[in-house]
């Protein structure tokens, strides 16, 4: 006899607390960043996790953890569920890891009440999302897609070292990335929880968001060539300083997404040769991004950071060099599937709202291939990306009840073979 699925506040937490002590000591925050060895033993503490809750599991050739619970449909139609577990430098506890904990809580609290799906279900904890030193996000999401692009082997860290040459030390041959792509003509719907990481949910009182769409994405990384001088003897008339040149984009870059709805612009690093405070900076180099729900003004900004940077360069005698790394486009997720998450969460009397999400997901690349929804839970105070960042227990378990109940419905609208 099936019983009701009721996800377990108290796995949720003690899976949650269990990766938050896999961190790099030596950093702030719950700092687990992609190519680390935190990020490989967490990676495998979430590859047990699935192994206990009754998964098979495998590392695919693109270091996503992937763990699948046979449906009774017998290998036909698959539903997929996932996030990720790598942060960013000195994140929180909850950003992806509540999506892939939940997921894997999903399983457990189906085989508890003795449910069996029609579909398989697969577990994914995509590698990689956040961006890495090498400027690249959403790895394993994008292998798996088919969407990496074998050029991105060949991109460079500030120390010149290539993404390909760092790969084994996470254990992926790079030779064998492209072997990740999964066959998505198969999969019924990707369905991804997440923290929201913004104040929205909170200031509304509303316990579930449904996010119609994710933002975009252009990131670039702009090298500014000057000379270095003598910083009491050189004239100010006379320097080519790259620093200057490197500050005015800056400010460009905050001009430019300024005042546009929904529209951000970010320079997050920027480093000087020679570092020395006596000395006229020869060289700066510096990646920043823009975002926006709209590709078009994407573009505009683009084109106006590369104006920007050029003629921040000319004035003083500076090269400037701006390449775009990332262009990830808009993505409108599935507005049928939205009604049936809502439906879910309607059915569980929670109360919910539709968002759109500033921040980046593997669902945005998912969406290109696969009909996909995406669940937020509220995040205290809106922090994220930090150390502060909190979502109540209750909070996460309630996102997992409408994540189970979604999984539930998706799965008997879908016509299989069982
Ligand atoms: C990922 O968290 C991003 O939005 O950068
Ligand atoms: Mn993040
Ligand atoms: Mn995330």
Avoid at 206 to 211: A, K, R
Avoid at 301 to 316: M, V, Y
Avoid at 382 to 387: D, E, F, Y
Wanted: with cysteine; net charge negative; aromatic share 6%.
């Amino acid at each position: 006899m099936s019983r009701d699925i009721r996800p377990s506040e108290e796995r949720i937490w003690a899976d949650i607390e269990a990766l938050s002590e896999i961190t790099d000591s030596a950093l702030p925050g719950w700092t687990r960043q992609a190519l680390t060895q935190a990020d490989v033993d967490g990676r495998h503490r979430v590859r047990e996790s699935m192994q206990q809750a009754g998964m098979e599991t495998w590392i695919d050739t693109a270091g996503n953890v992937i763990g699948v619970l046979a449906g009774t449909a017998g290998g036909g139609r698959q539903l997929m569920l996932g996030s990720h577990t790598d942060t960013v430098e000195g994140g929180g506890r909850f950003d992806g890891v509540s999506g892939v904990v939940g997921a894997i809580e999903v399983v457990r609290a189906l085989r508890e009440a003795d449910r069996r799906l029609r579909h398989d279900l697969v577990v994914v904890d995509f590698f990689s999302e956040e961006p890495n030193r090498f400027g690249l996000s959403c790895v394993g999401s994008r292998a798996m897609t088919g969407t990496l692009g074998h050029d991105t082997l060949g991109w460079t860290d500030s120390a010149g070292v290539a993404f390909g040459e760092v790969l084994p030390t996470a254990g992926i041959d790079p030779a064998r990335v492209g072997e990740a792509v999964w066959d998505f003509s198969k999969v019924t719907a990707f369905l991804e929880l997440h923290v929201e990481q913004g104040p929205h949910l909170e200031e509304l009182g509303t316990q579930i968001g449904l996010v119609e769409t994710i933002t975009g994405v252009s990131r670039f990384r702009a090298l500014f060539n000057g000379q270095s001088d003598h910083a009491g003897t050189t004239p100010m008339s006379r320097r080519h300083d790259a620093g200057c040149a490197a500050a005015g984009t800056v400010l460009a870059v905050e001009r430019i997404a300024s005042g546009q709805r929904d529209a951000k612009g970010t320079v997050g690093t920027l480093t000087f040769t020679p570092e020395a405070v006596n000395v006229v900076t020869q060289r700066a180099e510096m990646r920043g991004e823009f975002r926006s729900p709209d590709g078009t003004w994407l573009r505009h900004a683009e084109e106006s950071l590369t104006r920007a940077a050029a003629t921040e360069a000319t004035g003083r005698g500076v090269t400037a060099d701006v390449e775009w790394s990332t262009r990830q486009e808009p993505a409108g997720l599935s507005g049928g599937l939205l009604g049936t998450v809502a439906d879910a969460v309607d059915g569980l009397g929670l109360s919910r709202s539709t968002l759109y999400s500033g921040a980046e997901h593997d669902a945005a690349v998912l969406a290109r291939r696969v009909p996909t929804a995406m669940l937020f839970v509220p995040s205290r105070d809106g922090r994220s990306h930090c150390a502060e960042e909190f979502t109540d227990p209750a909070g996460i378990t309630a996102g997992v009840a409408a994540l189970a109940q979604s999984v539930l419905r998706v799965d008997a609208a879908e016509g299989t073979t069982s």
